[in-house]
């Protein structure tokens, strides 16, 4: 499975978009790009997945650029509450597979 | 969706004793998966627990250490034999079902396990 590469860590301020960006230059064809938020004391959550152009939902938005190497979540107008871990995964379609963690990006939102 | 349940939620145990960890999902699926992170770190997986046989596990983790049972399709046990404070860990249960996606897990909230 292809490699993942994020930032560490952002700061951000309350009302304000936020986007994270992911690496995964050997993303193969049948790979999706999946997104999780984990809080402290929780379990990962289910953010969002996406193939290939713009993916949005309630919670955020996945922008994924035509060659598919790198990927952008998009968190509109955080609040204190967004503060949290993200982690890009990358997960070869068809089911049944095992997803792996990578480092994630360690996001803080202040007022 | 799933809810997963795990128990217990923490606990403190001793050097070499062992110690059982549950998890109850609240519908039928298809994957369950264990996954151990320690504080301030990612998530690694340990195993993939496979109903009514044995668990496959993942480089770093043996059977002997990490006994995985999965008795049907909302249940699943793992075990920390014989811990060390090494095994000081969060130990994280998790689910996918056939209505979600290849890359959708469910998480339980974790097992916080302490070892003296």
């Known amino acids: 499975l292809a490699k993942t590469t994020q930032p560490i860590s952002m700061d951000s301020y309350e009302g304000q978009e936020v986007n994270i960006t992911c690496s995964h230059n050997n993303i193969a064809t049948n790979d999706y790009i999946t997104w999780y938020q984990q809080f402290p004391s929780q379990g990962p959550r289910f953010i969002i997945q996406?193939?290939?152009t713009k993916v949005t939902n309630e919670v955020a938005s996945l922008f994924i650029p035509a060659d598919r190497k790198s990927s952008t979540l998009s968190l509109p107008r955080v609040s204190l509450s967004d503060t949290a871990v993200y982690y890009c995964l990358v997960v070869l379609g068809g089911g049944g597979n095992k997803l792996t963690f990578g480092t994630g990006t360690q996001l803080k939102v202040e007022l | 969706s799933a809810v997963i349940s795990q128990k217990p939620s923490r606990d403190i145990c001793q050097r070499g004793t062992s110690l059982t960890i549950q998890c109850q999902v609240d519908s039928q699926v298809t994957m369950m998966f264990w996954y151990r992170q320690q504080p301030g770190q990612s998530l690694t997986l340990i195993a993939t627990?496979?109903?009514?046989?044995?668990?496959?596990?993942e480089s770093g983790f043996v059977i002997d250490k990490f006994p995985i049972s999965r008795p049907n399709l909302t249940f699943s046990t793992l075990t920390v034999s014989n811990m060390s404070p090494e095994d000081s860990s969060i130990y994280l249960c998790?689910?996918?079902?056939?209505?979600?996606?290849?890359?959708?897990?469910?998480f339980g909230e974790g097992s916080r396990l302490t070892v003296l």
């Open positions: 998790s689910a996918r079902t056939d209505r979600r996606g290849a890359g959708e897990l469910f």
């Open positions: 627990a496979n109903q009514g046989s044995e668990a496959t596990y």
């Open positions: 996406g193939y290939k």
